[in-house]
């Protein structure tokens, strides 16, 4: 039997500890595009917008959340996990890359836990976030339990390297290749990382914020068309 209590997800009011942690600003973006000293065509120019991820919160998170965390902490020890976040009805654990493979093993085997399915790997490149730039986010459900996480790695431009997970989860298989394709993780241990969207000589993955916006010339029966950021100027 399960030492979980069954769900009962907090209140999203905003006010409460847990679901208001600190925020860290990390970039301010402009614009809608991240267009770059060309005639803004599409109105949205003017835009500044500040780009903050959440601090940890601070127990007790309510609900199953703290007898899930606590599980999972007398399993890992410490360091795994390097912060939890509750915010708006949702758990996420960040989690150090190392240890990835393990946390992943014991919240999908452990019964109390039994995150069973992975619907997949998200890719997300915050340019600002020094020596963090990239993270995977992995999206967890639990059948028996009927509850869903998130579990969080980050990694360093310079050292693009997360273990893959295709070990516990067989069928993160393509989705470690499409994130390993538009944003450039390594998945150290997949079977066979390769694009899986692009060409395998394309240069770059196109989701990554410093990728250009357009830039590529297009042919069509011998006329050469630019950029849609080239194109015209509304003044």
């Not at 601090?55 to 890992?76: I, N, Q, R």
Request: charged residues 25%; proline residues 8%.
């Amino acid at each position: 039997m399960s030492d979980i209590q069954p769900e009962n997800l907090p209140a999203t009011t905003p006010g409460g500890d847990a679901q208001t942690p600190a925020a860290e600003v990390v970039d301010q973006r402009e614009g809608m595009f991240g267009v770059r000293g060309t005639g803004d065509t599409s109105g949205f120019g003017g835009l500044r917008r500040q780009v903050a991820l959440p601090g940890g919160s601070a127990k007790p998170y309510g609900s199953w959340y703290d007898a899930a965390t606590e599980k999972l902490e007398s399993l890992v020890g410490d360091g795994a996990i390097e912060k939890v976040v509750v915010a708006y009805g949702e758990l996420t654990l960040h989690v150090q890359r190392d240890r990835l493979v393990e946390v992943a093993q014991h919240l999908r085997d452990d019964e109390a836990l039994r995150f069973e399915f992975c619907s997949g790997v998200s890719g997300v490149h915050y340019p600002n976030e020094t020596d963090r730039e990239l993270h995977a986010v992995y999206h967890l459900l639990s059948i028996t339990h009927n509850r869903r996480i998130r579990v969080e790695v980050s990694c360093p431009d310079s050292d693009p390297h997360i273990p893959s997970i295709v070990s516990v989860y067989p069928a993160n298989d393509w989705h470690e290749r499409e994130t390993w394709d538009f944003f450039g993780i390594i998945f150290d241990g997949h079977p066979a990382l390769t694009r899986i969207q692009m060409p395998d000589d394309w240069p770059g993955h196109p989701q990554r914020k410093d990728y250009p916006l357009g830039g590529i010339d297009v042919e069509y029966k011998g006329a050469v068309i630019p950029p849609p950021d080239t194109r015209r100027s509304y003044n």
